[in-house]
């Protein structure tokens, strides 16, 4: 039962709502729209997520139908080996530093093809918007498997295109220069091979964010004498802040696998280790050193850091006004 206000502000009224009997028709209805996809999800998410917590309680071999449970014994090995720590902290690094560069980059082509042309007149982008547009895009659509392996081609000491290009303009010293072999550049390398394949899309996805931004807030902008720069932090940046959000979760989370990337450009895990990912050292663990129980394990660490990371992005939004401002939105 709920009160409601009369039109003229007098005294409130009792209305009762009835519920509908359940029929057929919407007894078919929650079971077809609401209990089967509920079904296919915790048959194909939820279930091999609960198999994958138990096999990394065990000492399964993957190999053998036997199994010994040990409890969370798998959990403190990871926990005490170094290699798997050091793969830890390289997924970390990629996750903060590849998203961060690839949006600032995606962010500052979108703004410069959509509203970075004339300081006069209609708000438009550079001349050729579109050609920037099909040519930033074009790495997106090649699978990474042949970006990782196109770059380690051009990584290769002596014979590949950089160190020849580096060579010709008079840098000598990079005539043989192992890129992917030292662990200084190693990791650098791999993160511009991996910012270079996103960067294309993200763009594409800011510049239909952007898109949606009526143009006369950036004229009214414009008069009040704002520039380039000024527009994009004050005015786009805050107004597709979802997108933005969306896209360093995203980023994030390829970031976090990069297995593709890395087992392309550097299958051991490059020198010291260097890049070596998490999805690296799971994948030698299970099929080279036949360990599925602790595999299982890394797998499930790895599922918790992503899950953490996407909890932290969602914290620091709101902490950072996010959440106001949905509400001063709808309101």
């Known amino acids: 039962m709920t009160q409601e206000a009369e039109p003229g502000g007098g005294p409130k009224r009792s209305v009762t709502r009835r519920r509908r009997p359940?029929?057929?028709?919407r007894a078919s209805f929650m079971v077809v729209f609401l209990g089967l996809p509920l079904a296919v999800f915790v048959i194909f998410v939820v279930s091999p997520f609960v198999q994958a917590l138990w096999y990394s309680l065990t000492d399964?071999?993957?190999f053998t139908s036997g199994m010994n449970f040990v409890g969370f014994d798998n959990y403190v090995?990871?926990?005490h080996d170094d290699i798997f720590l050091k793969a830890v902290r390289n997924n970390i690094l990629l996750a903060i530093?590849?998203?961060i560069v690839t949006i600032v980059l995606a962010l500052t082509l979108a703004t410069l093809v959509t509203i970075g042309g004339s300081g006069t007149g209609t708000v438009?982008?550079?001349k050729y918007a579109g050609f920037y547009?099909?040519?930033?895009?074009?790495?997106?659509v090649i699978p990474a498997i042949v970006i990782g392996l196109i770059w380690a081609q051009v990584f290769t000491p002596g014979s590949g295109v950089?160190?020849?290009?580096?060579?010709k303009i008079g840098l000598h010293q990079f005539e043989n220069y192992a890129w992917l072999g030292d662990a200084r550049t190693a990791m650098p390398a791999s993160m511009f091979v991996m910012i270079w394949g996103f960067v294309g899309f993200y763009m594409v996805l800011f510049i239909a964010a952007i898109r949606g931004i009526e143009p006369e807030v950036f004229e009214a902008a414009r008069i009040d004498g704002a520039g380039r720069f000024r527009s994009a932090v004050s005015i786009t940046v805050p107004l597709i802040r979802d997108n933005v959000q969306t896209a360093y979760i995203y980023l994030g989370i390829a970031a976090l696998d990069a297995f593709v990337y890395m087992q392309a450009l550097n299958p051991g895990g490059g020198p010291q280790n260097s890049t070596l990912v998490m999805p690296q050292q799971l994948f030698t663990t299970a099929f080279t050193k036949?360990?599925?129980g602790y595999s299982t394990a890394m797998g499930v660490v790895l599922a918790a850091v992503t899950m953490l990371f996407a909890l932290v992005v969602f914290t620091v939004n709101a902490l950072t006004g996010g959440r106001e401002r949905k509400v001063k939105e709808r309101r």
């Open 124 to 126: 438009r982008g550079l």
């Open 22 to 25: 359940l029929t057929f028709d």
């Open 97 to 99: 530093v590849v998203p």
């Open 77 to 79: 090995k990871l926990f």
């Open 290 to 292: 036949g360990q599925f």
């Open 162 to 167: 950089l160190d020849a290009v580096l060579s």
């Open 60 to 62: 399964w071999s993957g």
């Open 133 to 140: 547009r099909i040519v930033s895009f074009f790495p997106y």
